[in-house]
């Protein structure tokens, strides 16, 4: 039951050009939605969130997208640096409803190459 | 910049051994949350805690697991019998207040059970 998606396992982009990293979700009942990014043997760092009533959020290079009516989000990453090259997890909750828990996708690499 | 941290950083334990995994929330943040990644998989959501109570929970966190805040600053997660299955990276986290409070993430403590 995968209700948060992250279709692309990996990506790479050269340093200074745009990462875009895509998530999908499929309940509807979701209404906060997260990004986390996560380095090898560290635990999720918070990057950046997104509430449903809104469709964009910026915070310096880092830029959420929400398109509610196809259940997408993504995250912009302008430029890329080589410190960015992590894995980055997407992650949605139930807020409205009460839910405390984030439910998270899978995940996608992000390489950074200089 | 305070963090949430989390001991052992490394267990190894024999199937149906009991494990304790500890956690020191951040001081000021009023709720408290377990999650696990089993190797290659997504995290996943075991317990909330609030008030001295388990506010949420999911299907993995059955009757062989158990939560406690003993003391007002370490927060603790128990497998009475661990199956080999529980072999995963265990991570605590907290945050100041709901609804859409960011969480913070522990470094993990990974748990091996042979």
């Known amino acids: 039951d995968q209700q948060v998606k992250q279709n692309s396992p990996s990506l790479s982009v050269q340093e200074g050009r745009i990462s875009i990293l895509n998530c999908d979700y499929t309940?509807?009942?979701?209404?906060?939605f997260l990004w986390y990014k996560k380095y090898p043997a560290e635990g999720p760092t918070f990057l950046i969130s997104?509430?449903?009533?809104?469709d964009k959020n910026e915070d310096g290079r880092f830029t959420v997208f929400l398109n509610k009516s196809a259940k997408h989000l993504s995250l912009h990453i302008v430029p890329s640096q080589p410190g960015d090259s992590a894995v980055y997890f997407c992650?949605?909750?139930?807020?409205?409803?009460?839910?405390?828990?984030?439910?998270f996708g899978k995940g996608t690499k992000l390489t950074v190459n200089p | 910049e305070p963090e949430v941290t989390q001991t052992p950083s490394h267990q190894v334990t024999q199937m149906g051994q009991e494990v304790i995994l500890r956690c020191v929330p951040i001081?000021?943040?009023?709720?408290f949350y377990w999650y696990r990644q089993i190797l290659g998989q997504k995290v996943e959501f075991l317990v909330s805690?609030?008030?001295?109570?388990?506010?949420?929970k999911s299907e993995i966190f059955d009757d062989q697991f158990s939560v406690e805040r003993p003391d007002g600053s370490n927060f603790t997660l128990k497998i009475r019998s661990t199956k080999l299955e529980d072999s995963a990276m265990y991570f605590c986290?907290?945050?100041?207040?709901?609804?859409?409070?960011?969480?913070?993430f522990g470094e993990g403590s990974r748990l091996t059970v042979l």
């Open positions: 986290a907290s945050k100041v207040g709901v609804p859409t409070g960011e969480l913070f």
């Open positions: 309940n509807s009942m979701f209404d906060y």
């Open positions: 997104i509430s449903s009533i809104k």
């Open positions: 992650a949605a909750s139930e807020v409205q409803g009460g839910s405390e828990k984030l439910v």
């Open positions: 001081s000021n943040h009023l709720y």
């Open positions: 805690f609030y008030n001295n109570e388990i506010s949420e």
